[in-house]
C-alpha cells in the first residue's frame, strides 16, 4: 500500500465524516477501524441529531438508518415515589429536516462509513492502532497496527479513537484525565412489540419519545434515560464515575430499581432484554477537553472530549460529525499549501471555535458541574416534588397555603440553604440563559 495522504483512527461519525470530506476533495485516505465493521463495538444512550449532515449528505433523512424521529421530549423529576415531568411534543420535529431521531449505533456508523468508502477512502477494518510513529523532530507522521507489515505513513493523522484517548495521550494532548471528568453510561435494550410501544408512550408510526431523568440513580450522581426505537425501548443510568467507584452498589441494580419505579415499570412491562452494554463518556467539557492539534495530528469526536452533558441537552454525536469534517477540511487545506505542522493545522481550531461545536461548550461550561452537584441530584428532586404534590393537593376543609409558603417550608424540609438555591438558580440562568 503506498502511504495515503490521510489516516483516520475510528469509523465512528467523527472518523467517518473526516473521511469523507477529505476523500471527496480529492485526498488518498484510510479509515481504520478496529472492530468487524464501523460500528460493531459501539452502544449509544440516547438521541442522534444529524442536521449537520444537511450539506454533506443531502436529504440524508430519506436513507439513514433511523429508527424513531423524536417528537415527544419529556424531562422527568423522581423521588422513590414521586415523578415529576416537563413533556413538550411537536409535529415539526416528526417532518423533514427533522431535529432529533433514535438509531442502533451499528446501522447508523456503518452507513455513514459506506459514505467514506463511495467517496474513494480506504476502510481497513479489525486493524487494531498500537502507536504512533513519529519523524526525528517529533512530529506524527502515520500510526503503527497489529496487521503484518502494520506501520502506516501518512501526511496528517485524525484520531478519532474515542474516549481517553489514547493516540492524544500518546501525543501529549490531554492534561486533565481524572476520573472526575468521567461518567459510566450503562444501557438495557427491552424487546417490546411495535404497537405496545405505541401505545405507552402516546406515538404512532415512526414518532418516538426521549425522556431524560434525575434523581434516578441513588447515591450515586448522574441520571437516566428512556427513549423508543421501533421495537425495542432502551433504559439506562449514566453515573459519576469516582462515586460509583466510592460504593459498592452495581450498575444493574440502579437499572433494575429505575425500571422498577412506579413511573417508569408500566411503560416496559414484559420488555425482554435483548442488549446490556456500557460505555465511558467525557462528561466535563471544556475543562477536560485535550489540545486539538499538534504536528502532523488532529483530534475529534469523542477522542477530543466533545460531549455537551448539560441536562437539557445531551449531545455528542452531532459534535463528532462535525468536528470530523472540520478536521477533514483542515487536512484538504494542509496537504494542498504543503504545511501539515500545528501552525498548518490552526485551521481546526479556528472552525470549532467559530461553529456551535465550541460556541455551545463555552457557554454551558458550567452545566456539568451544576447539573451532577450534589443539590440538583439529591435535594432539588424531593424539593420540587414535594412542591408539585401540595399545589395539586386538596386539604379540605383546610384552606390552600399559597405557591410561597409551600416553597420556604419545602425548601427548609429538603435542607436547602436560600443562598445555595439563589447560586445554582444564577448558574443555571448564565448557562441556559
Known amino acids: ?217 441513588g447515591g450515586i450522581n448522574g441520571g437516566g434515560f428512556v427513549y423508543t426505537n421501533l421495537d425495542t425501548v432502551a433504559v439506562g443510568v449514566v453515573l459519576k464515575l469516582t462515586k460509583l467507584a466510592a460504593q459498592a452498589t452495581r450498575p444493574e ?41 499538534t504536528d502532523g495530528m488532529m483530534v475529534a469526536g469523542d477522542a477530543a472530549a466533545l460531549c455537551l452533558a448539560a441536562g437539557i441537552w445531551l449531545e455528542g454525536v452531532n459534535f463528532a460529525m462535525a468536528s470530523g469534517m472540520y478536521a477533514g477540511e483542515t487536512a484538504v487545506e494542509a496537504v494542498r499549501v504543503n504545511d501539515v505542522s500545528a501552525k498548518g493545522l490552526v485551521g481546526y481550531q479556528r472552525r470549532l471555535s467559530n461553529t456551535f461545536v465550541l460556541k455551545d461548550h463555552r457557554k454551558l461550561r458550567r452545566a456539568p458541574e451544576l447539573v451532577l452537584s450534589d443539590r440538583v441530584q439529591h435535594l432539588y428532586p424531593q424539593m420540587m416534588a414535594n412542591i408539585a404534590e401540595r399545589m395539586f393537593r386538596v386539604d379540605n376543609p383546610e384552606p390552600k397555603p399559597g405557591l410561597r409558603r409551600i416553597l420556604r417550608q419545602e425548601r427548609k424540609r429538603a435542607g436547602v440553604r436560600r443562598r445555595h438555591l439563589w447560586r445554582d438558580a444564577f448558574t443555571g440562568f448564565r448557562s441556559y440563559g
Not at 449509544?44 to 449537520?52: C, L, Q, T
Not at 419529556?74 to 433514535?102: H, I
Not at 478519532?160 to 471528568?181: I, Q, R
Not at 415499570?265 to 467525557?282: N, Q, T, V
Open 1 to 217: 500500500m503506498s502511504d495515503p495522504d490521510v489516516i483516520v483512527v475510528g469509523g465512528g461519525p467523527a472518523g467517518s465524516c473526516a473521511a469523507i470530506v477529505a476523500a471527496r476533495a480529492g485526498l488518498s485516505v484510510v479509515l481504520l477501524e478496529r472492530g468487524p465493521f464501523p460500528g460493531s463495538k459501539n452502544m449509544y444512550g440516547g438521541v442522534v441529531y444529524p442536521r449537520i449532515l444537511d450539506d454533506l449528505i443531502p436529504n440524508w433523512w430519506e436513507e439513514a438508518p433511523i429508527q424513531r424521529w423524536v417528537t415527544r421530549r419529556a424531562t422527568m423529576l423522581l423521588t422513590e415515589t414521586q415523578a415529576l415531568t416537563v413533556d413538550f411534543r411537536t409535529e415539526a420535529w416528526g417532518k423533514a429536516p427533522y431535529n432529533g431521531a433514535t438509531a442502533y449505533r451499528p446501522d447508523f456508523d456503518a452507513w455513514l462509513a459506506g459514505y467514506a468508502e463511495a467517496a474513494g477512502a480506504q476502510v481497513l477494518t479489525s486493524t487494531t492502532v498500537t502507536g504512533l510513529l513519529r519523524d526525528d523532530k517529533g512530529a506524527v507522521v502515520g500510526v503503527t497496527t497489529d496487521r503484518p507489515d502494520g506501520d502506516l505513513r501518512a501526511r496528517v493523522v485524525i484520531a478519532c479513537d474515542g474516549v481517553n484517548s489514547f493516540l492524544a495521550k500518546e501525543a501529549g494532548l490531554y492534561e486533565h484525565t481524572d476520573a472526575k471528568h468521567f461518567t459510566l453510561g450503562v444501557k438495557e435494550t427491552l424487546a417490546l412489540p411495535k404497537e405496545v410501544i405505541d401505545e405507552r408512550f402516546g406515538v404512532r408510526g415512526r414518532e418516538g419519545v426521549d425522556i431524560e431523568i434525575v434523581g434516578c440513580t
Open 253 to 293: 441494580q440502579i437499572i433494575a430499581n429505575l425500571k422498577g419505579h412506579p413511573a417508569i415499570a408500566p411503560l416496559i412491562e414484559g420488555g425482554e432484554m435483548k442488549e446490556y452494554s456500557a460505555h465511558l463518556i467525557p462528561e466535563a467539557g471544556l475543562r477536560m477537553m485535550p489540545k486539538m492539534t
